[in-house]
T-cell receptor, first 114, second 108 residues
Framework: DTAVSQTPKYLVTQMGNDKSIKCEQN?????MYWYKQDSKKFLKIMFS???????INETVPNRFSPKSPDKAHLNLHINSLELGDSAVYFC?????????????FGPGTRLTVT | GQSLEQPSEVTAVEGAIVQINCTYQ??????LSWYQQHDGGAPTFLSY????GLEETGRFSSFLSRSDSYGYLLLQELQMKDSASYFC?????????FGTGTRLQVFP
């Protein structure tokens, strides 16, 4: 059983396009996250949601818009894609509060913008 | 500001012991986590230190000294499958701040 799943696994698109990445977790966690990992493997948090409420927005350009329809799903929509958006995007989930140190990551979505 | 420093690369042979250090400077600190990531894979949780001292989980141990803003991950009886990147991550109130990662290469 997959704990945290993401679709698609690979995404190749051209500059200026709009794309979405979907994430689902079946762990019963309250908190979900989006991370961006660049080519140097630097892993940086973008957003987090707790029970569908936005908790963290780490000064991400407003071309990126997360949406959480329920606490098991967190999607990421990206408008007007730029070359610098090329990266691996990871969704993650955790229990809220004091156990947020243990996060479960999805397999990642490798986004390539040409 | 926030910063977490780790060595960029460490090499070792099978069966050896290796220590990966992490020093941090953050505005808020609740504890230090460690994650492993194989090439092409997702980060997976290894260990957490909320208090000073040593935490042991099988072949892996993690240590924290809050007064020194320092922690380390100790990997014993290294196996080829331990070749991966290892990240320390500071736990703040609502999030983890990840270090730059250490690439461990284990040779036969």
């Amino acid at each position: 059983d997959t704990a945290v799943s993401q679709t698609p696994k690979y995404l190749v698109t051209q500059m200026g396009n709009d794309k979405s990445i979907k994430c689902e977790q079946n762990l019963g966690h309250d908190t979900m996250y989006w991370y961006k990992q660049d080519s140097k493997k630097f892993l940086k948090i973008m957003f987090s949601y707790n029970n569908k409420e936005l908790i963290i927005n780490e000064t991400v350009p407003n071309r990126f818009s997360p949406k959480s329809p329920d606490k098991a799903h967190l999607n990421l929509h990206i408008n007007s894609l730029e070359l610098g958006d090329s990266a691996v995007y990871f969704c993650a989930s955790s229990q809220s509060g004091s156990r947020n140190y243990e996060q479960y990551f999805g397999p990642g979505t490798r986004l390539t913008v040409t | 500001g926030q910063s977490l420093e780790q060595p960029s690369e460490v090499t070792a042979v099978e069966g050896a012991i290796v220590q990966i250090n992490c020093t941090y400077q953050t505005s808020g600190f609740y504890g230090l986590s460690w994650y492993q990531q194989h090439d092409g894979g997702a980060p997976t949780f290894l260990s957490y230190n909320g208090l000073d001292g040593l935490e042991e989980t099988g072949r892996f141990s993690s240590f924290l000294s809050r007064s020194d803003s320092y922690g380390y991950l100790l990997l014993q009886e290294l196996q080829m499958k331990d070749s991966a990147s290892y990240f320390c991550a500071v736990r703040e109130t609502d999030k983890l701040i990840f270090g730059t990662g250490t690439r461990l290469q284990v040779f036969p």
